[in-house]
C-alpha cells in the first residue's frame, strides 16, 4: 500500500517536495495545506506545474489533521525564534509521523532547547509517532555525510563543511533573503540569523552531532560573522542593495576542545558572484558543498550540484529529496525524534524509475 502523506507548504523546497511525492507511485498525496488564499483550492499538480491530480489545496489545517494519513511532510515558514512546535505536535498528536526541515536543532535532538525537543516528544507520545527533521545544511551534509568520510581516517585532526552559495535575485523569498538573511540592511545591527542566538539554532545540533559521531567531547560551540559592505548599488529582487549595505556573508559555527577547532561549520552567501572576493569560493560555479577532513590523510571533497544550470535551485531539490526519501523508514521507526543515524541508510530507492 502506498505511504499516504499530507503536505504542508508549497515554496521554494515545498514546490520540488509535491512534485517528488506525486512523481512516486510508493506515496499517495492525501492533502495539501498552503498558506496564500491564491493556491487555495488550486490542484496540487497545478501548483507544482505538472497535470492535475485530483487533490485540491486548503488553508485548513485542522481538517487536514482529521484526514487520515501516515506522514505530515512540513515545510512551513522557518524561524528560529518561535519555531512551529505548536502546529508539529498536534500533527504528531494526530497519528501521524511528521518529517520536515522546519526545526534544524531537532535533527540533532539532545542538543535542543529542552521547551522544543519535550514539546515535540510530548507529541510522539500522544500519538504514538515519529519526527525525523533534515535538510541540505543544516542536514546531510553536515550530518551523515562528513561522518560517512571520516571511516577513512587513521587521525583526524578537525572536520569543517562549507556551503558556498550564490543567492541570486528570486530566488529565495523576500523573507529569507531580507527579513532573515539581511540582505541590502544595515552592517549593525547584524542581519537576525547571523545573531548568536541565530546561529546556534539553526547550527549548534550538527556541530554537536558531528562531534559525538566521532567521540568529541567539546568544551564550547562559538560563532564568528563578517558581512560584506556593497561597492555599488545594484537592483536585486525588486529592491536595490544600496552601496555599504549587506551584499554578502559569511559565518562559521565551530565545536572546540582544549581552544582548538576540531569540527566547524562555514557558510559564505553571496548576492552576485562577484561579491567578496576576499572570502573562499567554489572551485567551480556559483554553488558548492565543501568537506575538509584535516588529519592522516587529509581529505577535501567538493560537490557541485546543478538543476538546470541552477545551483540555488538544486540545493532545493536535494533538500526536498533527502526527506521524501527518508519517508518509509521514518514511517517504520519507533515513536519518538530520530536523527539520520538512527534509521537505515536513506538511498535514492524510491528514485530509481525511468529517466525523465
Given at each position: 500500500m502506498p505511504r499516504r502523506v499530507i503536505q504542508y507548504g508549497t515554496g521554494f523546497?515545498?514546490?520540488?517536495?509535491?512534485?517528488?511525492?506525486?512523481?512516486n507511485p510508493e506515496f499517495e498525496l492525501v492533502g495539501l495545506v498552503v498558506h496564500s488564499e491564491d493556491k487555495a483550492a488550486q490542484d496540487a499538480g497545478t501548483i507544482c506545474g505538472v497535470d492535475p491530480v485530483g487533490v485540491e489545496a486548503t488553508i485548513d489545517v485542522d481538517r487536514m489533521l482529521g484526514v487520515e494519513a501516515d506522514v505530515f511532510a512540513y515545510f512551513g515558514a522557518a524561524d528560529f525564534a518561535n519555531p512551529a512546535t505548536d502546529l508539529l505536535e498536534r500533527m504528531l498528536a494526530s497519528g501521524k509521523n511528521v518529517v520536515s526541515t522546519a526545526i534544524s536543532e531537532?535533527?540533532?535532538?539532545?542538543?535542543?532547547?529542552?521547551?522544543?525537543?519535550?514539546?515535540?516528544?510530548?507529541?510522539?507520545?500522544?500519538?504514538?509517532?515519529?519526527?525525523f527533521g533534515t535538510g541540505i545544511e543544516p542536514g546531510f551534509f553536515s550530518d551523515y555525510l562528513p561522518i560517512v568520510m571520516t571511516g577513512c581516517s587513521r587521525r583526524i585532526d578537525s572536520v569543517r563543511v562549507y556551503e558556498l552559495a550564490t543567492y541570486g535575485s528570486g530566488q529565495n523569498s523576500d523573507v529569507v533573503a531580507f527579513d532573515i538573511m539581511g540582505l541590502g540592511g544595515p552592517l549593525d545591527p547584524p542581519p537576525p540569523i547571523t545573531t548568536p542566538?541565530?546561529?546556534?539554532?539553526?547550527?549548534?545540533?550538527?556541530?554537536?552531532?558531528?562531534?559525538?559521531?566521532?567521540?568529541?567531547?567539546?568544551?564550547?560551540?562559538?560563532?564568528?560573522?563578517?558581512?560584506n559592505p556593497a561597492d555599488e548599488a545594484f537592483d536585486y529582487q525588486g529592491r536595490t542593495?544600496?552601496?555599504?549595505?549587506?551584499?554578502?556573508?559569511?559565518?562559521?559555527?565551530?565545536?572546540?576542545?582544549?581552544?582548538?577547532?576540531?569540527?566547524?561549520?562555514?557558510?559564505?552567501?553571496?548576492?552576485?558572484?562577484?561579491?567578496?572576493p576576499q572570502w573562499v569560493r567554489p572551485q567551480a560555479g556559483s554553488d558548492a558543498y565543501r568537506i575538509v577532513i584535516e588529519g592522516s590523510p587529509r581529505l577535501q571533497c567538493e560537490f557541485q550540484i546543478d538543476?538546470?544550470?541552477?545551483?540555488?535551485?538544486?540545493?532545493?531539490?536535494?533538500?526536498?529529496?533527502?526527506?521524501?526519501?527518508?519517508?518509509?523508514?521514518?514511517?517504520?521507526a519507533a515513536p519518538g525524534i530520530v536523527t539520520a543515524f538512527d534509521l537505515p541508510l536513506i538511498t535514492g530507492r524510491l528514485a530509481t524509475g525511468k529517466p525523465s
Open positions: 523546497v515545498g514546490t520540488h517536495v509535491l512534485r517528488g511525492i506525486l512523481a531537532l535533527i540533532y535532538p539532545q542538543a535542543a532547547r529542552k521547551e522544543i525537543r519535550e514539546q515535540i516528544e510530548q507529541g510522539c507520545r500522544d500519538g504514538s509517532t515519529t519526527y542566538e541565530g546561529l546556534l539554532a539553526n547550527w549548534a545540533g550538527v556541530v554537536a552531532q558531528m562531534a559525538a559521531q566521532l567521540g568529541l567531547q567539546l568544551d564550547e560551540i562559538t560563532t564568528h560573522v563578517e558581512l542593495i544600496e552601496q555599504g549595505t549587506v551584499s554578502a556573508l559569511r559565518f562559521e559555527i565551530v565545536g572546540l576542545v582544549d581552544g582548538q577547532p576540531r569540527v566547524a561549520v562555514e557558510h559564505v552567501t553571496r548576492t552576485r558572484d562577484q561579491e567578496a538543476e538546470n544550470g541552477d545551483g540555488l535551485d538544486a540545493a532545493y531539490l536535494i533538500t526536498a529529496m533527502r526527506v521524501i526519501n527518508a519517508i518509509p523508514a521514518v514511517c517504520d
